[in-house]
């Protein structure tokens, strides 16, 4: 049986048809969670956020050309009704919202449509993904897993640039899609006949490597980096490093786990893979020379080195692979080289952070500053975010790095809850806080600037630092690209 009819859906997910469909043999395309993106002939996913829920969208996936409508709520009760959480222990480890709970709405039983009540969209998700990973699988698509603390982006980024580059056609995870949702929805987005998938695996919370990569199952696992990451929910190094190398335990049998500069665990790791798995360190150049020279920073060329090993376990033609590795570029957000009217340059890093990406990413401001003889560097963190115990001192070990290691950091600019703490500890006479965001701190930043300075751009997400971006443009004008110089 094909893996996408309404009938093999419906047994998957252990589904009721509300609106049974004409003929339970025939095909939807795929699948997708939201309305705006929705393609003709997909099956609809009503999933319930935070801050919205997919039933109440149903109309609109079916006037975009949805097939079927996949929910956890009856639409017909929804009229004027609140039901009741109904809780979902398969999720609970991953903080899952529930998609159970019920919401004030109105949307009907569509005559014609398909509608499959199921007892959890995410769940239903999840098992739909663990199903078609054996369809991969039989059509020779291998999952490649991106598991770190850092660089995980990047590598995934890199990954699908050099091995679609050098004939291999595949796909990879949407923007940064490495959660419960993201991780399903990539596999589901991937096609048998497809020589790889490139899968980004992230976590936030113990467990929640095992569970996801036990739904990859990834032929090849990257782990790019072991670090201070999450904190409130790890604990500590030994905790982060536990969550990531569980990624081994769901390689497939005979599959390779490419291990980053990790020497610490990398015992740990070869205890972990026994004979079961191959364990193989990054590649290595010969003589050493640069990987890539758009990449900023020492720890985009470890991301490359371990682009590099995945090429050539994938056996991807040489020298294709190769000379794409040499010329991919940033992904947004990420070490992106933003020139300004000429007059300003702008390494935008401010996708996330923790205290390794963010000391790492002052070193390359150094570096790159450094280049730019008599200019200035100008250093703008924002906070780093769940850290629990250790924020504080996370906060202030960062002010201490750029304060001990050589440096052209003539400013620094420190934004959130924890500003005070680093600018304490780099040197409040070089140092410029804004302990909360206003509406007018962008111009107040943009105006602390000067012509000839780098500055970087570095903060968790939740920060979106990108907003002083608009700021910037207006006092020194248009962005020119992304272009390294």
């Known amino acids: 049986m ?20 004409e003929d339970l043999g025939a095909e939807v395309t795929g699948l997708w969670h939201d309305t705006r993106e929705i393609k003709e002939g997909q099956a609809y996913l009503a999933i319930k956020g935070d801050n919205f829920d997919g039933h109440d969208f149903i109309d609109k996936a079916f006037d975009a050309g949805a097939a079927l409508a996949i929910v956890s709520t009856d639409p017909s009760s929804l009229e004027g009704g609140v039901g009741g959480r109904v809780p979902s222990p398969r999720n609970e480890v991953l903080g899952a919202t529930d998609q159970t709970t019920r919401s004030g709405g109105s949307p009907r039983l569509h005559p014609g449509h398909p509608i499959l009540l199921v007892p959890d969209t995410v769940v239903a998700l999840q098992d739909l993904a663990r199903a078609y990973r054996d369809e991969l699988k039989a059509g020779g698509c291998k999952v490649i897993g991106i598991a770190g603390s850092n660089g995980k982006t990047t590598t995934r980024h890199l990954i699908h640039h050099v091995l679609t580059h050098a004939g291999l056609e595949g796909t990879q995870s949407p923007k940064s899609f490495n959660n419960h949702l993201g991780v399903p929805l990539t596999l589901l987005s991937a096609k048998p006949g497809h020589g790889f998938v490139a899968c980004e695996i992230g976590t936030n919370h113990p467990g929640e490597i095992d569970f996801l990569s036990a739904i990859a199952r990834p032929d090849i696992a990257v782990i790019t980096s072991i670090g201070e990451e999450h904190l409130e929910f790890f604990k500590d190094l030994e905790g982060v490093a536990k969550e ?49 020279n758009k990449l900023l920073g020492l720890h985009n060329q470890w991301n490359a080195a371990a682009t590099a090993s995945v090429a050539r376990l994938m056996e991807a033609r040489f020298p294709e692979w190769y000379e794409a590795l040499q010329s991919a570029e940033p992904s947004d957000h990420r070490g992106e080289l933003i020139e300004f009217g000429q007059r300003l340059t702008v390494i935008d890093d401010c996708y996330n952070a923790n205290p390794d990406s963010m000391k790492r990413a002052i070193a390359v401001l150094e570096e790159h500053a450094d280049l730019y003889e008599g200019n200035r560097g100008v250093a703008i963190l924002g906070d780093m975010f769940e850290l629990g115990e250790r924020a504080t001192e996370s906060h202030r070990e960062v002010g201490f790095f750029a304060q001990d290691n050589p440096t052209n950091i003539g400013l620094m600019i420190c934004i959130g809850e924890h500003a005070n703490t680093t600018a304490n500890a780099y040197g409040l006479d070089k140092s410029v806080v804004f302990s909360e965001w206003t509406d007018g701190l962008p111009e107040q930043v943009a105006a602390l600037l000067q012509p000839g300075d780098t500055v970087l751009l570095k903060a968790s997400r939740g920060m979106r630092l990108e907003r002083l971006i608009p700021a910037i443009e207006r006092r020194f004008g248009p962005a020119q690209g992304n272009e390294p110089t």
């Open 2 to 21: 094909a893996f996408w009819t309404y009938q093999n859906i419906a047994d998957v997910t252990q589904g009721t048809w509300l609106v049974e469909p």
């Open 244 to 292: 990531e190398l569980s990624i081994i335990d769901r390689v497939e049998n005979h599959g390779h786990v490419v291990l980053g500069r990790l020497p610490e665990w990398r015992e740990r790791a070869i205890d972990l893979a026994g004979t079961r798995v191959s364990i193989h360190d990054y590649f290595e150049p010969e003589n050493d020379p640069p990987i890539n």
